[in-house]
């Protein structure tokens, strides 16, 4: 589940991670921005707002601010363009990361951070300045392979896919083509999906989640102590030096830091998915996978999805580095491979049959490969007010038709079919927007997205009518997952949920952030929709619960050391108990000069007894 000695070799190693071809991704379900801040067109305004995605500019929604709680499982969907997984056509990784800094934000307006205004509050971050500037004054590892591309600068901040240095937001260029990553960045790893899984243990042993990355510090104002336990200033930080050896050969000390000590990436085959296709996997459900929240408890998170796909014509992995960089393309040796003069170089041209008649190949060497990424819009992570195991339920996709929001989706519950052991509490949670471009399709007021719960008539997604409430029976009598009584009751009561009257009937005056916890009490299978955006011509918005007898294994952490302890406390109790009526006994025979064998059991029995303590 998954760098080596030096540059070079790490150049080898991480390869895979830069050799790709066209394509884009979305994290669909876990709030994929795209870039995208509270806009009103189709297009994103500004690609550059915050990170690199190269993706289509009519990705991402429009605000996706959540709460999480330390345990909660979250499912995170996305589609990616080509095709990754067992096939024959592709190398691809996925690799799912997420950030807790105190400087993380979404801003206000879609411009670009500037350099000399970073603090400023009404500009997005995730990476923050210090970590730019140092990418921009560290060397670039020049052990990559950089094709026939003509970088522009030395340092990080240029590299094969961005060969100009173009900056977006604070990211740094070269840590975003490569993983893993040789120095440290502050994104910490969940899953890595790859399609050779025999790569899982390199990634998980060079994972900064275990293994911290080298530093040079100045050897004048620290000592080598004091380097060792991580004890300086950043302005002793020598990101100029960033090998052992040029570090020390200057007279500096080079150490290790950042590791994040916390347990290595889940590593995982690849889920299948066809190419030229931004839709579902196999067995028609989106590729998903079920991440467990971190007990990282903090306000401001996100999360990173980064896709990389490879071609095969070259050994990406193992056989290509700094010394097959050709402005010519030959250096790779593909005339030697397919017996004509094929060149790797942007656009070449071939003649594949020896005929005099050639053939131009629509090839960019700054993007074979190619890595792409998208980020969620800010969440936090908050300690989880139940003990029992919290499942997250939301909605994803945004106000439109299929053409309209795509490379999104349409309004649709995530998960779509939930099970749900008995007694644990499903998190029911979206959020949405009231500026989506005022012609797209949806019904109530124009632009905004809006969503509820109600469980179905005859408890069927065959009907379009809602249940009665006194017949609805997901939850107890007190808690009825009938969200509708429950925007009525905030008509009446302006603390509830924050609403203030209003039109309720689209709910149009809904506020447009839901968050509630609700325990399933009662097993069987609820099926439910959304009163607003269930148009049942245009588009469904429904979904199934089924709520299943659980067992042990579903119990908390929590629970479990409860049941232990309880356990071994009454081990205890009894033990002294035990001993209590023995020493009661034992000064009554004294006193009596009575036998003890009327009143205890043998010593075996006890023995028996008390056998788990021994």
């Known amino acids: 589940m998954k760098i080596s000695a030096s540059l070079v070799c790490v150049a080898l190693a991480v390869l895979c991670f830069a050799q790709m071809a066209l394509c884009d991704v979305y994290l669909i379900t876990g709030g994929g921005s795209n870039n995208r801040l509270d806009e009103n067109t189709r297009e994103r305004r500004n690609a550059n707002r915050l990170f690199d995605s190269q993706n289509n500019n009519r990705g991402g929604v429009n605000v996706q601010n959540k709460v999480y709680y330390a345990g909660e499982k979250v499912l995170l969907e996305w589609t990616n363009q080509h095709a990754c997984g067992p096939n024959h056509k592709t190398h691809c990784e996925l690799i799912f990361q997420y950030a807790c800094e105190d400087w993380i934000r979404d801003g206000v307006v879609t411009t670009r951070v500037p350099e000399d205004d970073a603090d400023n509050l009404v500009y997005g971050v995730h990476e923050n300045l210090a970590s730019y500037q140092e990418c921009k004054t560290r060397p670039r590892n020049k052990g990559l392979f950089t094709a026939s591309q003509n970088l522009n600068g030395n340092s990080a901040q240029f590299t094969r896919q961005n060969p100009a240095g173009t900056r977006r937001g604070l990211e740094c260029p070269e840590e975003r083509d490569y993983y893993p990553y040789w120095h440290k960045t502050i994104w910490r790893d969940i899953v890595v999906f790859t399609d050779q899984t025999e790569r899982c243990e390199y990634y998980q042993q060079e994972s900064q989640n275990v293994k911290g990355k080298g530093i040079c510090v100045n050897g004048t104002s620290v000592t080598a102590k004091h380097a060792a336990a991580g004890i300086f200033n950043e302005e002793d930080r020598l990101p100029q ?3 052992r050896a040029a570090c020390e050969l200057n007279g500096n000390h080079f150490t290790e830091e950042g590791a994040f000590n916390i347990p290595p990436p889940e590593c995982l085959e690849a889920p299948w998915s066809r190419d030229n296709h931004l839709g579902n996997g196999l067995h028609g459900e989106m590729n998903n996978y079920t991440w467990t929240v971190p007990n990282h408890l903090h306000e401001k998170c996100a999360l990173r999805l980064r896709y990389n796909i490879t071609t095969g014509d070259y050994k990406a992995w193992d056989g290509a580095d700094a010394q097959q960089n050709d402005a010519q393309g030959q250096k790779l040796g593909l005339t030697e491979k397919y017996g004509y003069e094929a060149k790797f170089a942007n656009n070449p041209q071939v003649d594949p049959f020896g005929m005099g008649f050639t053939l131009q190949l629509a090839i960019n060497t700054a993007q074979f490969g190619r890595t792409f990424q998208d980020r969620s819009h800010r969440f936090a992570i908050r300690e989880a007010p139940v003990g029992a195991p919290i499942h997250a339920l939301t909605v994803r996709g945004k106000r439109g038709n299929i053409v309209q929001t795509f490379p999104s989706v349409e309004y649709d519950f995530a998960p779509t079919n939930m099970h749900v052991p008995r007694n644990h509490y499903i998190h029911m949670q979206w959020s949405g927007s009231n500026t989506n471009p005022n012609n797209n399709d949806g019904n109530g007021r124009a632009g905004t997205d809006r969503s509820n719960v109600v469980q179905c008539a005859e408890n069927s997604r065959k009907f379009v009518y809602p249940e009665p409430r006194a017949k609805s029976g997901l939850l107890n009598s007190t808690d009825v997952v009938d969200l509708a009584a429950a925007i009525i009751e905030a008509r009446l009561d302006p603390n509830s949920f924050g609403q203030h009257r209003g039109d309720m009937a689209e709910l149009d005056d809904a506020g447009t952030y839901f968050s509630r916890l609700f325990k399933a009490v009662n097993e ?22 089924l709520v299943e ?11 479990i050391a409860g049941i232990v302890l309880g356990v071994l406390g009454a081990l205890v109790v009894a033990l002294f108990v035990g001993v209590a009526v023995r020493m009661y006994l034992f000064k009554r025979s004294k006193n009596n000069g009575e036998d003890l064998e009327g009143y205890m059991a043998p010593a075996e029995a006890d023995a028996n007894v008390f056998s788990p303590l021994h």
């Open 549 to 559: 007898d659980g067992d042990d294994d579903d119990l908390s952490g929590g629970q």
């Open 524 to 545: 069987g299978e609820y099926n439910y929709m959304s009163t607003r955006n269930n148009d049942f011509s245009n588009r469904q918005q429904k979904a199934t619960i």
């Open 241 to 243: 030096f960033p090998t």
